[in-house]
């Protein structure tokens, strides 16, 4: 079982950047996609970024595409998510899940993160 734990949420201000990390705790985590999923206030989860184990597949939501950099560092175990130019609409708890294969669908991610909130003002 792979387990992840997300990190760098915090109460930023409007056109601030932010780093948000996903560290999972087994190398395996290093060969499965990951991707960052995010719930608002009274909203659904919403996909955000996910990028394959090997970093050849990268997909952004629109909302947040040119904004937003996904990387991932193997040898750490560890999935990256920078925001820039973040706007009081990208408020929301931030969950990294992990898969087996690279997809944008919440349902096909096994394992999930507590979150960690990001809340931006205006």
């Known amino acids: 079982q792979v387990q992840l734990e997300e990190s760098g949420g915090r109460l930023v201000q409007a056109g601030d950047s932010l780093d948000l990390a996903c560290a999972g705790s087994?190398?395996?985590?290093?060969?499965?996609?990951v991707a960052w999923f995010r719930r608002a206030p009274g909203k659904e989860r919403e996909f955000v970024a996910s990028?394959?184990?090997?970093?050849?597949?990268?997909y952004y939501v629109d909302s947040v595409r040119g904004r937003f950099t996904i990387s991932r560092d193997n040898a750490k175990n560890t999935v990256y998510l920078r925001m820039n130019s973040l706007k009081p609409e990208d408020t929301a708890v931030y969950y990294c899940a992990s898969s087996e294969y690279w997809t944008v669908e919440a349902r096909n991610y096994d394992y999930w993160g507590q979150g960690t909130q990001v809340t931006v003002n205006s």
């Open positions: 990028i394959q184990s090997d970093t050849t597949t990268i």
């Open positions: 087994q190398s395996a985590f290093s060969r499965r996609s």
